[in-house]
């Protein structure tokens, strides 16, 4: 995705709608501004469990269950061994 956009006379620019709704921030929202070498990321200041605790939150709710994914494979692992025996 990529907008253009001109600077306003107060150095402001405004986030097209989509990226709004893309980065899920609304008027109020707190964003945090990256500068690596001269590229500018703009990301939201949630935290990544929050985004994803919000993601899930829109989807099936039997997705809102985390899931201990580290458990799952190991025991899957085992069983697996076990079949191999």
Do not use: C, W
């Not at 001109?6 to 500068?35: C, H, T, W, Y």
Request: avoid cysteine.
């Amino acid at each position: 995705m990529s907008f253009r956009r001109r600077l306003g006379a107060k150095g402001q620019v405004v986030i097209p709608k989509d990226v709004r709704e893309f980065m899920n921030v609304e008027p109020g929202s707190e964003i945090v501004f990256e500068v690596k070498d001269d590229t500018a990321f703009i990301k939201s200041s949630k935290p990544p469990n929050e985004l994803l605790d919000e993601y899930l939150s829109i989807l099936n709710p039997k997705l809102k269950r985390k899931v201990a994914l580290e458990e799952i494979l190991e025991a899957e692992t085992l069983e697996e061994i076990d079949l191999h025996r």
